[in-house]
């Protein structure tokens, strides 16, 4: 699409939500892998602008989900009634015809994801707070039911066996672990899980944590499937302290969430970036510190489950 027909498409997104309200520019977006964004700036006839945010998911996770755009404006319409931190769902598309994939469109929140918090032990306990806030939605008074089940995704994962394991990161040892524990045990309910969340995709200003994005990957399961994912992606940005503070804060939320499993699905967080992270542009050096704090996270958790770390 040229710019030209593109300024149009964006112009018609913008009618469509408010036939008064009028495209000023747009903006692509860096920083995604999965999904293609940009940043509608529009203004009223009163003069007043606001800023938008349109969101079409990337073939990969089309395949996955056909129905993600419907699916993601849907939760967060949820998530917005129980009053949790997301931006609020204004539009959606799945027509293809202004683009060749489905769409929504979304309130633009200001806000910056933080790689070095001024104030660590407030920035791991809000954090901790809102993925608490997400695992006690009540699924009672909000149908989830189109959500995947998280157990499910992970069968999934474990099934797909590459024809050469990525040494480098431990995947074979991963992977023959997770084969002898499979099933996991459940001792806990059910929850919403985010099922990405990591520091880049929680929005902070003045020190506050405005919003959780992102969604797409949001799914039905335990919530220490949430927890472990959250533990390596704080382990790898912020050291192993702060991943300790982290899931002592969450416990002390959510007392009645039983953590004896926790080492198996600490595995399975360790497995799920493997096969991708190659694609994620890091630095070598940066690869290498990631590379270090995985294989400790991997090591815990097998001597933990009695395995040879």
């Not at 395949?63 to 939760?75: C, F, H, V």
């Not at 431990?170 to 084969?179: F, P, V």
């Not at 969450?250 to 399975?268: A, G, I, K, N, Q």
Request: hydrophobic share 40%; aromatic share 10%.
């Amino acid at each position: 699409m040229t710019v030209f027909k593109e300024n149009k498409a964006f112009a018609e997104v913008v009618r469509k939500i408010d036939p008064l309200r009028r495209l000023l520019s747009f903006q692509e977006l860096s920083g995604g892998v999965s999904a293609r964004t940009a940043l509608l700036e529009t203004e009223g006839p009163d003069g007043r602008r606001e800023k938008l945010l349109f969101r079409q998911h990337g073939a990969r996770d089309l395949r996955r989900n056909p129905r993600i755009a419907a699916d993601e404006y849907r939760l967060l319409g949820i998530l917005r009634s129980a009053g949790l931190p997301v931006p609020k769902p204004y539009a959606l598309d799945t027509s293809r015809r202004l683009f060749p994939a489905p769409y929504l469109v979304m309130e633009f929140i200001e806000g910056e994801a933080v790689d070095d918090p001024a104030d660590p032990r407030t920035y791991l306990h809000q954090t901790a707070c809102h993925l608490s806030r997400i695992h006690r939605v009540d699924a009672s008074r909000h149908d989830l039911s189109f959500l995947p089940k998280q157990e499910a995704l992970a069968r999934k994962i474990l099934e797909r066996r590459p024809a050469s394991p990525k040494d480098a990161w431990n995947e074979g040892r991963i992977r023959r672990a997770l084969e002898r524990v499979w099933p996991f045990p459940r001792s806990n309910p059910d929850v919403l899980l985010h099922g990405d969340f990591w520091p880049g995709n929680l929005l902070w200003k003045e020190g506050g944590l405005v919003a959780v994005i992102d969604w797409e990957d949001a799914a039905l399961g335990d919530p220490l499937a949430d927890v472990a994912n959250a533990r390596l992606e704080i382990l790898w940005a912020f050291g192993a302290e702060a991943m300790r503070r982290f899931t002592e804060e969450y416990r002390s939320m959510m007392p009645h969430v039983d953590f004896t499993h926790l080492p198996r699905w600490d595995l399975y967080a360790a497995l799920r970036p493997v096969s991708t992270i190659s694609g994620w542009g890091l630095g070598d050096a940066r690869e290498s510190v990631m590379r270090k704090r995985h294989r400790l996270f991997v090591a815990q958790a097998l001597e933990k489950l009695g395995f040879e770390p």
